[in-house]
Every structure is written in structure tokens, then in C-alpha cells.
């Protein structure tokens, strides 16, 4: 057996998430193999980089002989392959896991099977089928597979409206008071450890969360009732690793699951400066079959993801400097050279004596921030 320090971690996606699992267990002193299909993906430069597709069965198992373990950053993988993979070396999240992830359908009779409260639903292969299913409305369409990022998904009030031609979930809308987002960490030996419920603010045209505060301004009863229920969802499923449980509170009260993802989570960044441990080392640590640590402690702290702006092209970025100079900010750009409209390019956090201070100086500094494309010359 290996000891921590001569693994070699296999990642599939080298995105932002996977750029801030290495930062993040660097003093462990692992090696990092990344297949991603982008040249320029933002692990780039950071680890040793395969150029490749993480759906491809032919790739990710011709990967996998090179790695002492595996774990992801993107559910959309072959788990064909991770499941011949799972007989020889260790692959987190489990890829029977992965499969009930990638399908929205599956996960939904999931939460239906283990009496996890969610959202009534119907399956449907095609938008003409509204009709049938009237009583479902007003409704939320998803994708029941390849959504990501807020696409996937649209809101409909009637079934008149036009909606995903391809085979979906109709899920009866839920009177949102609060989205909330609990992150539980799941070691090899069934611990559970979970950060405080933090609240989302999602942009309802795209469906990104644009902003978050720690911790939330639920009150204690219903925090812990979210807290428990995600802890619930973690060991039903059996997770090794990150899982991020979002949640749906509304107006009586009542706290619905919306989704799950298997891996550390957007809504989690702000613990790499908020707690003692961060959901990254947190997730690597469970992969690699370490103690996962308990939180001794975490700080009110508010934090927004910088988005592309308008325009497509070479990154820019204009009013970095004022967040350079604030002492309670941190500042997370993802290397990505190029950038389009929403994409994700980096994140902000602010630490405070207090979430509302913290959203405050957030507020304040992101006003000024901006990212737009320059052509390529």
C-alpha cells in the first residue's frame, strides 16, 4: 500500500474545480494526472495534462492504468470504463453513484425510493406531452441529462409554452422562500462531516448562482433541519466524497431537495478562506482514503463567482486592483485565457465578523469588477 504522498490522483476535468483540489492538498505532496478535452482547461500548466474526452470508454480506461486513483470534477464521464476501473484501483465518487447523478430521472426516483422529500414529478420524452400532464403546472423542465450550469432548465407557467423537445422531467414548482446549499464530506468509513447551510442567490434567467452568504439567515431549527436531511441524502446514497445537497425552502417551511452533485461544489468555494478545512482538501482527503478532519472552526463569509461579460474573446479584466487592496477579500481567478458571456472565470470571497459585513465589502468590490472578451488577434 502506497503511502499518501506517493499517490498519483487521476482526475477527470481540468476545470476550475480541479484546479482548486490540487491548490488544495498540495501539502500532502500528491501527483495529479487531468484528462480534459480543452487545451486550454485551467489545470493546464498546474499538473501533468492528457488532452482527451472524460466520456470516451477508450480514454478514460487507457487513463486509469496510469493513476493510483480516481475522482471527478464533471459528472458527465464514462463510468463504463470507471466501472472496470473500480475492480483495480479506488474511483470516488462510486461510478453506480455517478449513473443516478448524470440522470435527472433516476435521481428523482431515487429521492422517491428512499423517502427524501423532492418536488413531484412526471417523466416525459417530448414537450408535446404538457398537455397530458397539466395538473404539473406551474412547472420546471430539466434535461434529464447534460444539463450543467444552469442549462438544461427552463420555468414554464402553462403548457401552452414551449419547452426541451428532448426526454426531460416535469417537476411541479415549488414556491421558493430560500435555496439553500448544504456540503456534506463522506469518508471511506461511512464519517460524515458537514458545513454550515449556506443561501443562494441564483440569477433566474440563467440559473447560476450569482452570490452566497455564510451563514444563512435561516433560523436555527430550520438550519439544523437542513443539515440533517443532508446528512440523511449522504448516507442513503453511500458517497465517498464531496456531495452537494441543494435545497429548497418554502414559504410554510418546508425544505425540498432540489438537486445533488457528487464533487465539491460552487456553492463551497468560500471555505477555502472561511474554514479550517475546505470542501477541496476535504474531498481529496476521502478519495485518497485519509481522515477527512472535522471543522473546528468557520468564519462568516459572503462570496459571488465573476462572470464573463458580454463580449467574447481574450480575457480582460478591469477593477482588480481595489480587491488586491481589501484586506478581508480573496480574490480566485481560473488561469481560463478566454472568455464569453456568463462563463465562469473566477470567484470572489470576503471573510467578516459577520455575513452581513461580509456581503457588504462583496457587494461593494464586485460592483467594480468586470471581464469582457478582447478579439484575437
Known amino acids: 500500500m502506497k503511502q499518501y504522498t506517493d499517490l498519483t490522483i487521476g482526475i477527470l476535468g481540468g476545470g476550475q474545480l480541479g484546479r482548486m483540489m490540487i491548490a488544495a492538498s498540495e501539502k500532502l505532496g500528491l501527483s495529479y494526472q487531468i484528462l480534459d478535452p480543452d487545451r486550454e482547461a485551467s489545470c493546464q500548466g498546474i499538473s501533468q495534462f492528457t488532452k482527451g474526452s472524460y466520456a470516451d470508454f477508450d480514454q478514460v480506461l487507457a487513463f486509469g492504468r496510469h493513476v493510483d486513483c480516481i475522482t471527478t470534477e464533471i459528472e458527465h464521464v464514462n463510468t463504463e470504463a470507471l466501472r472496470l476501473l473500480e475492480n483495480q484501483i479506488p474511483v470516488y465518487p462510486q461510478p453506480a453513484i455517478l449513473e443516478i447523478i448524470q440522470d435527472k430521472g433516476l435521481q428523482k426516483q431515487f429521492y422517491k425510493d428512499n423517502q427524501l422529500p423532492s418536488a413531484d414529478f412526471v417523466l416525459i420524452e417530448h414537450a408535446t406531452q404538457f398537455s397530458e400532464h397539466a395538473d404539473m403546472f406551474p412547472a420546471v423542465q430539466k434535461l434529464r441529462r447534460q444539463g450543467y450550469d444552469g442549462r438544461g432548465v427552463i420555468c ?40 454550515t447551510p449556506v443561501e443562494m442567490v441564483v440569477d433566474p434567467q440563467k440559473n447560476i448562482l450569482t452570490q452566497l452568504r455564510s451563514p444563512s439567515t435561516l433560523e436555527k431549527n430550520i438550519a439544523q433541519r437542513c443539515t440533517n436531511l443532508a446528512r440523511e441524502v449522504t448516507e442513503k446514497i453511500g458517497i465517498v466524497g464531496m456531495l452537494a445537497v441543494e435545497l429548497m425552502v418554502d414559504k410554510n417551511q418546508t425544505i425540498w431537495i432540489n438537486e445533488i452533485a457528487p464533487r465539491p461544489h460552487n456553492s463551497g468555494h468560500h471555505t477555502i478562506e472561511s474554514a479550517s478545512a475546505s470542501q477541496f482538501e476535504q474531498h481529496i482527503r476521502a478519495v485518497i482514503g485519509a481522515p477527512i478532519a472535522d471543522i473546528s472552526w468557520e468564519k462568516p463569509a459572503a462570496m459571488c463567482n465573476l462572470l464573463g461579460g458580454d463580449t467574447a474573446g481574450l480575457a480582460h479584466w478591469t477593477g482588480l486592483d481595489e480587491v488586491l487592496k481589501t484586506p478581508e477579500a480573496h480574490l480566485h481567478l481560473y488561469g481560463k485565457r478566454y472568455t464569453k458571456p456568463n462563463r465562469k472565470m473566477g470567484h470572489l470571497t470576503v471573510v467578516a465578523d459577520s455575513a452581513e459585513e461580509a456581503l457588504r465589502i462583496l457587494n461593494q468590490l464586485s460592483a467594480t469588477i468586470s471581464c469582457n472578451g478582447h478579439p484575437v488577434e
Open 156 to 195: 414554464l407557467d402553462s403548457p401552452e409554452e414551449s419547452g426541451f423537445t428532448e426526454p426531460s422531467i416535469l417537476e411541479k414548482r415549488i414556491d421558493i422562500d430560500k435555496e439553500i446549499s448544504v456540503l456534506p464530506c463522506r469518508d471511506q468509513y461511512g464519517k460524515i462531516i458537514t458545513y
